[in-house]
């Protein structure tokens, strides 16, 4: 039986930073722009970001799935309290992509809500979960993408829907695209937990994982494929910006200062 009443976010975070390296902490942490505490600003990490979304949308329950050794993000966020939310850390398993990532938190999701989002990308509005969730009640659709308009197409995955606002087709980088859409954020159903968590275990079986890495718009574009529905909503005002190469940090920061 799902639980209705119950979202439980769940965060990738396993990732090394490649682009980014060498980094002296992880790139969760990295701190864009400032927060208010009672003793003045202090500096704001990145995933703070999306978390206070969440909690914005009353996810009051989140999973954060690590990468061994990444034991600052638990040793500064530790349990939530100073953000009025609940986190738990999980130890990623296999390190072919972020769909094996969060299927690690699967017993413990598999029959509830699920708004997932990505710890180094920043986006607007700070509503955009509670319309997520909101058209997930109404639709009742096993997959909510939050699609947001961007102009590289190549740094992101596309999204094309027809005119009754259903998601055909994720077109993963495209180097030349008419597309405008990417998505960022997710809410989903026990129904997609549990495609994932099977599809996952047929791949391990062909050894499909040890030659590319897997996205995960590639699952949500298998699910697509089984038949699933995955609706989307577009926050044609909204905007995102992805921390993870040095250009785009830089306008992250360059954001900060001017704000």
């Not at 439980?8 to 930073?17: D, E, L, N, Q, T």
């Not at 690590?66 to 130890?91: E, F, M, Q, V």
């Amino acid at each position: 039986m799902v639980n209705q009443n119950q979202v439980i976010g769940v965060i990738p975070a396993g990732g090394k930073a490649a682009r980014l390296s060498p980094l002296p902490f992880s790139k969760e942490l990295y701190p864009i722009g400032f927060r208010q505490f009672q003793d003045g600003p202090k500096p704001m990490p990145v995933c703070i970001y999306l978390l206070e979304r969440m909690r914005l949308a009353g996810i009051s329950k989140v999973y954060i799935i690590l990468r061994s050794g990444k034991w600052d993000i638990p040793a500064y966020l530790g349990n939530g309290t100073d953000l009025n939310i609940h986190l738990a850390y999980l130890i990623m398993g296999l390190p072919f992509g972020a769909p094996y990532t969060v299927d690690q938190a699967f017993p413990f999701i598999q029959d509830k809500i699920v708004a997932f989002g990505f710890p180094d990308i920043i986006f607007q509005p700070e509503d955009a979960f509670i319309q997520l969730l909101a058209k997930q009640r109404e639709t009742d659709a096993d997959i909510v993408l939050g699609l947001f308009p961007v102009d590289q197409s190549k740094k992101w995955d596309m999204v094309k829907w027809d005119r009754n606002g259903r998601i055909r087709k994720i077109v993963i980088k495209p180097v030349q695209t008419k597309l405008r859409y990417t998505w960022i954020i997710s809410v989903w159903t026990p129904v997609f937990s549990n495609l994932m968590h099977e599809y996952l275990i047929e791949l391990q079986e062909t050894g499909e994982p040890m030659r590319q890495e897997l996205f995960m718009s590639d699952v949500v574009q298998h699910a697509i494929e089984n038949g699933l529905k995955v609706e989307g909503v577009l926050l044609s005002d909204g905007s995102c910006l992805d921390i993870g190469t040095p250009e785009d940090l830089i306008k992250a920061l360059a954001m900060s200062v001017r704000e």
